[in-house]
């Protein structure tokens, strides 16, 4: 029998304890309603995820790093993005995962911590271009269900934006804040990189990215529906 690693198992610990959360709130009591409420979120979720690790794909293959290419994940097909088991637990207890870009930082030929920001970047930016784009096509839509839909993939990229923001690792957040500052060079780095899942573990859990994403993405969600209102009524 194969011997679980520590990793693995305080993450089957994390989904336990979320999943335990996400009944207890009631989350459940519902299942029709649930149910509806999931189907209309999960295209917003292929979506964003989708777009996401596609940016990190191409950004990287084409400031030299043939890595993304070779792996099949220069592509818009969901598939080549999307983690079964990830989705699966995002949809059942609120949080969960795509599967991650592979980026070799060592085959950038040119000015390697700018091509790792400009990488660590381009997904939290296409995020914000998709919200930007479907915060205009807002006010042209007056079927219900495809406004909720759209509604919806507004939403989840500003989450998925915001939380990769956040400046813990792995996420986009910290990479972007290590090239910039260049925090390879203190001795800390790796010992806070080596327990980044733990951190992020405890900040979801405890409720603390989500006390900050939930302002974060109301604000946003405000400034992008501003922004195009005097434009398009």
Partial sequence: MRKMSGGSFMLVIF?????????SSGRFENPSQWLQETLMRLPAIVIGITFHEFAHAFSAYKLGDMT?????????????????????????????????????PYAFPKNRRL????????????????????????????DRLLFTI?????????VLMLFNLLPIPPLDGFGVLTEIFDLRRFSWYRPLYS?????????????????????????VMKFLLGFWAPLLL
């Fill in 195 to 219: 327990n980044g899942m733990i951190i992020l573990m405890v900040v979801v859990f405890f409720g603390i990215a989500g006390r900050l994403l939930g302002p974060g993405v109301e604000a």
């Fill in 68 to 104: 993304p290419k070779s792996q099949g994940r220069v592509t818009l097909n969901p598939i080549s993005h999307i983690d079964p088991f990830g989705i699966l637990v995002l949809v059942f207890v609120g949080f969960g995962w795509g599967r991650p870009v592979q980026v070799n």
């Fill in 15 to 23: 989904i336990a304890l979320m999943a335990y959360n996400s009944i």
């Fill in 115 to 142: 091509s790792n920001l400009v990488v660590d970047v381009a997904g939290v930016a296409t995020n914000f271009v998709i919200a930007f784009i479907c915060a205009a096509l807002l006010y042209f839509i007056h």
């Fill in 150 to 158: 759209v509604y919806n993939i507004i939403a989840i990229n500003l």
